[in-house]
């Protein structure tokens, strides 16, 4: 087989399964483990992939990678509803004060929350502007709005300031999103801003619940926030595969799949 054909494959199967092996890829040509490695080093090169160790990934599945707020609005949309709605069960009924971080489902949380007019005497902290110009129509929730220099990509304030003013909280709960969940590395985000006010967040709270959909799983982005020993509940759409639910059984998260 010529190399440009080992090539088109390669890519092919990236496409579909997200990341390969040097084993595998040279188990299915019949060729060294030495040639794979230079066809993953012309691809990369071609930005058809990056190089990690022992394969490739998708350059879709790139560290710093960050879809766009509209793009991750769109995505997933049915299971962040259900997540959501499993969620609402978890805030306290009364008399508490509930963090909820930058991200769609905790959006689609405040949202659920305005409609079914969650929580009497119930305050909110919350540094995202998408969700505070939800919760600051209800009646019922008192909201306090976390400052520092809002992210485009995310409309949250981030940086050395938002993470500050995080520290000076201990709510009673909070309700945080991660771009990555990974059974070694932990909860993870490309941003390393956004990364700071995350780890002060988990920090701030006496109880703190993941919401994270199941494309999040196995997945490591640049920076990690948190460890799986930091959250007490994950609310997802799927069962997280063995690898993954062994380290979180043995960080002994509950799972709770919607």
């Known amino acids: 087989m010529f ?3 080992r090539h088109r494959l390669i890519v092919e199967q990236l496409a579909v399964d997200g990341k390969v092996t040097v084993a595998q890829l040279a188990d299915r040509f019949g060729i060294t483990r030495e040639t794979v490695r230079r066809d993953l080093a012309q691809l990369e090169s071609e930005n058809h992939l990056r190089r990690v160790h022992g394969g490739a990934v998708a350059t879709s599945e790139a560290s710093t990678r960050e879809e ?4 991750r609005t769109a995505i997933h949309a049915e299971a962040k509803a259900r997540i959501a709605q499993r969620a609402l069960s978890l805030i306290p009924v009364s008399e508490a004060s509930v963090i909820l971080d930058a991200g769609t489902s905790t959006e689609i949380l405040a949202e659920r929350m305005l409609k079914t007019n969650t929580g009497n005497s119930l305050v909110v902290i919350t540094h995202a502007l998408p969700i505070a110009s939800v919760l600051v129509q209800s009646q ?9 220099r809002v992210r485009g990509i995310t409309g949250a304030a981030s940086g050395a300031r938002t993470a500050q003013e995080y520290a000076n909280y201990r709510a009673d709960i909070a309700f945080i999103g991660t771009n990555g969940l990974a ?4 909860l993870s985000t490309p941003d ?3 990364a700071a006010v995350k780890r002060s967040l988990v920090a701030s709270a006496r109880r703190v619940v993941l ?6 799983f196995d997945q490591e982005t ?12 994950l609310v997802t759409d799927r069962q997280p595969g063995a690898e993954l639910a062994a380290a979180l059984e043995a960080a002994d998260v509950e799972v709770i799949v919607a």
């Open 192 to 194: 390393p801003l956004e």
């Open 140 to 148: 019922h929730i008192a909201l306090e709005l976390i400052g520092g």
């Open 68 to 71: 766009s707020y509209v793009v």
């Open 211 to 216: 919401l994270a959909d199941g494309s999040k």
């Open 222 to 233: 640049l920076v990690r926030f948190a460890s799986l020993h930091a959250i007490d509940t």
């Open 3 to 5: 190399a440009e054909e």
């Open 183 to 186: 059974a070694d590395f932990g």
